[in-house]
């Protein structure tokens, strides 16, 4: 008996002098950041040695309702959509139906040529790794005629005056909903319907990029900070619009980009993780589902730009843990902000999805702060 009580003394005693578990120890530390940022919900995810180790959420999905974030939340995940894109096209590659060295001309079916430099193809490589001199100045969430010569006579102003594929660099959302275009142009799939076939499906996540075929009481409402008036915002509206009349008329080959291939993916925390292991493994899951192959993922990852680091819709990143480089993505729209990256050496990798945060001067924004931490308390030595 005084052994027994001695051996709970003692456990009681190492409890209260700080002997935490990792994830008490993270939770300490993260919702004392969260609070410092003010985040409304927040949900994340840690990948070691190839299993995810510790998945937890925080705050709330709604802040009019106050219901809690859980595992079956399902956030509009912003740019980290592109490498979902990029994977359905590298599938098409792997089949022979296009390369990544094709004219998007030819892929798309219109002429997509810089004027300045009429006689350089603008290949399908250069739209996943914003290498192909287009920007988005005119738009690019309304049509895809608004970079076809045919239908706007501006069409010039869509593109910077350096070469295509000479070096330079812009991030381009037009980039994406044109390479959303031609996957659906090539594997004769609605491009959403595709994305959920050929990748969700088999690697058996919830998700996709259709609002009318997702269940709504699962999103995470959106919130951007509104400083003059110092609140919230709720951009539910906008980041979810279900834009059903369009759907219903629409037409295959040229209407991807209703279904947002640049931002529009909706899925969990938990969900992204395991979408994430597939490209740590190099286009097949640890359990051996195959989605790519290892050509094509280690394909994605390589840079085409410096100093940008970026890759076919994966970029490389040594910022977020001091001296270590990651491989993955950030997603920003709405209010919130997102990231997926990994070690595929390694095998770890980090989730985390903020609905909405302000950070005071000087304090990291959640992505940094939350990548930072879970570092700290499950991967470092």
């Known amino acids: 008996m005084k052994k027994r009580l001695f051996a709970f003394g003692l456990m009681a005693a190492l409890l209260l002098s700080g002997c935490e578990t990792p994830a008490q120890k993270f939770e300490k530390d993260m919702e004392a950041f969260l609070a410092e940022i003010d985040a409304v919900g927040v949900s994340c995810a840690v990948v070691k040695d190839n299993k995810i180790i510790y998945h937890q959420n925080f705050g709330v999905k709604d802040l009019a309702t106050q219901e809690p974030v859980d595992d079956q939340t399902i956030f509009r995940i912003a740019s980290i959509s592109k490498s979902f894109t990029a994977t359905g096209l590298l599938q098409q590659v792997e089949q022979g139906k296009l390369a990544l060295t094709d004219d998007v001309s030819d892929l798309i079916g219109f002429k997509v040529r810089n004027p300045r430099f009429p006689d350089t193809p603008i290949t399908l490589e250069m739209l996943l790794s914003h290498t192909s001199s287009i920007n988005d100045s005119q738009g690019y969430w309304t049509t895809i005629d608004i970079i076809n010569p045919d239908c706007n006579p501006d069409v010039a102003l869509c593109y910077n005056d350096y070469e295509p594929g000479s070096g330079g660099y812009e991030y381009c959302n037009l980039n994406l909903n044109m390479a959303g275009t031609i996957l659906e142009r090539v594997s004769g799939e609605r491009f959403d319907q595709y994305v959920v076939n050929h990748i969700l499906r088999p690697l058996g996540l919830y998700g996709g990029y259709c609002v009318d075929s997702l269940d709504s009481r699962r999103f995470a409402h959106l919130y951007e900070w509104n400083a003059e008036e110092g609140k919230y915002e709720d951009t539910y509206a906008d980041a979810y619009a279900p834009r059903s009349e369009k759907v219903a008329n629409y037409l295959m080959g040229h209407d991807a980009l209703i279904f947002s291939p640049t931002g529009g993916m909706k899925i969990s925390a938990l969900d992204l993780a395991r979408y ?84 005071p001067e000087g304090t990291p924004n959640v992505l940094y702060g939350g990548i930072e931490r879970m570092y700290k308390h499950f991967i470092a030595k």
């Not at 990852?301 to 970026?310: A, D, G, K, L, T």
């Open 276 to 359: 994430m292991t597939m490209h740590m493994n190099y286009g097949t899951t640890p359990d051996g589902v195959k989605i790519i192959s290892e050509e094509s993922s280690r394909n994605m990852q390589v840079p085409r730009s410096e100093p940008e680091h970026y890759g076919l819709n994966l970029w490389l990143a040594d910022d977020y843990v001091p001296g270590v480089t990651l491989v993955g993505h950030t997603g920003g729209a709405y209010g919130l902000r997102s990231a997926m990256f990994f070690n595929p050496d390694e095998k770890y990798g980090f989730v985390i999805i903020c609905s909405g945060h302000h950070s």
